[in-house]
């Protein structure tokens, strides 16, 4: 079991930052992608960002990229969400997540394990 704990969650401007963590832990001791997702009022949960166990790998979704920054530091077993440029759109509760497999996914129902999410709210 892998148990996740998101925060850095907060009221921000829009053209504001603000930067996401996901800490690890219990069975932290094999390689796992993390993932990161956002779901807003109203709205199905959707893919943000998502990293391999190495780093090398990234991917994001159309709409943060260029904004968001995908990072993680396994000697922490932490994830991080640099967020800039933030927009009111950007408004939601945001999970990460992890794959035991280490893919790079965007579907949220191939993720093992998840957090209790962090609100993140951009005002205009």
């Known amino acids: 079991q892998v148990q996740l704990v998101e925060s850095g969650g907060g009221l921000v401007q829009a053209g504001g930052s603000l930067r996401l963590s996901c800490v690890a832990s219990?069975?932290?001791?094999?390689?796992?992608?993390m993932g990161w997702f956002r779901q807003g009022p109203g709205k199905e949960r959707e893919f943000v960002a998502a990293?391999?166990?190495?780093?090398?790998?990234?991917r994001y979704a159309d709409s943060v990229k260029g904004r968001f920054t995908v990072s993680r530091d396994n000697a922490k077993n932490t994830a991080y969400l640099q967020m800039n440029s933030l927009k009111p759109e950007d408004t939601a509760v945001y999970y990460c997540?992890?794959?035991?497999?280490?893919?790079?996914?965007?579907?949220?129902?191939?993720?093992?394990?998840w957090g209790q999410g962090t609100q993140v709210t951009v005002s205009s």
């Open positions: 997540a992890a794959d035991q497999r280490d893919f790079i996914v965007t579907m949220s129902g191939e993720y093992d394990y």
């Open positions: 219990g069975r932290t001791n094999s390689a796992y992608a």
């Open positions: 990293i391999s166990w190495n780093g090398w790998n990234t």
